[in-house]
């Protein structure tokens, strides 16, 4: 395990764990797609068990590092190993539209990142799994009404039905981390679609949770709301007491608002 060394400016630590590995990979489910893209393989240790399956499997990773370990240790990567940033990389060079599962341990610096870009992709994403830190994964699976709830639960939830999977320790690691890790997985909704503008959708969860602490008449100031729409007793909430369905009437009263 020593033959990359971890990184700290791009957020590695190595699973040593083989049956963590296995147990990550095995969360998908491949069905609807024949492709799997693995984000930070480092050193190939769930690399290899999806590489066992009746996939066709790319990687992609930064580090140059890893990406030579990789091609010299697993020959079955050979044009497939994606030598770029996933948050910069147009993914369409690889997969042309084709439906495709994203896996991963994924470095925590740019987790949550992952999952925004996960969700522009969505029309292509049916399956998403991997590894977080704990209270990042735990977020994206959060309901309304914990504090934990947030940005990322509600743009997640309203394309995907999101699932905690298990806790990882931080012993499995080299380097360890300085907290614990859970893997978690989003299965895309069979109708994805929402019943008002995606572009103000996002722009009403992201505007209201911004000043959460304040009701949704407060926080949503800015968006220039009639008068007679702010009466409304939706806006008498604070976000973190809406669930997924209220902030899309939420959206929907507002489009109908005309902003």
């Known amino acids: 395990m020593e033959k990359v060394k971890a990184k700290k400016h791009l957020g590695q630590h190595f699973l040593k764990d083989e049956s963590i590995a296995k147990a990550i990979a095995d969360t998908l489910s491949l069905k609807g797609y024949d492709e799997v893209l693995e984000i930070g393989p480092g050193m190939g240790v769930l690399t290899k068990y999806l590489l066992d399956k009746p996939i066709n499997t790319h990687v992609i990773e930064i580090d140059t590092e890893s990406v030579v370990y990789l091609g010299e240790n697993y020959p079955k990567l050979k044009d497939k190993i994606i030598s770029q940033d996933f948050l910069k990389y147009n993914i369409n060079e690889v997969y042309e539209n084709k439906q495709f599962a994203i896996i991963g341990n ?154």
């Open 106 to 259: 994924f470095p925590y610096n740019i987790s949550t990142q992952i999952v925004f870009r996960t969700l522009e992709y969505k029309h292509q994403i049916p399956e998403f799994s991997g590894m977080f830190q704990k209270e990042v994964a735990q977020r994206i699976c959060e309901k309304k009404g914990s504090k934990a709830y947030g940005i990322l639960s509600v743009l997640a939830q309203a394309f995907y039905v999101t699932e905690y999977l298990f806790t990882v320790d931080e012993n499995v690691f080299i380097p360890p981390p300085k907290v614990k890790s859970g893997v978690m997985k989003m299965t895309r909704k069979e109708d994805y679609s929402l019943p008002c503008g995606e572009k103000l959708f996002f722009t009403v969860v992201k505007t209201a949770f911004q000043q959460r602490r304040k009701t949704l008449r407060n926080s949503l100031k800015t968006l220039n709301l009639s008068d007679e729409l702010r009466l409304d007793t939706i806006f008498d909430k604070r976000p973190e007491q809406l669930s997924v369905e209220e902030f899309i009437v939420l959206t929907q009263k507002i489009e109908a608002d005309g902003v």
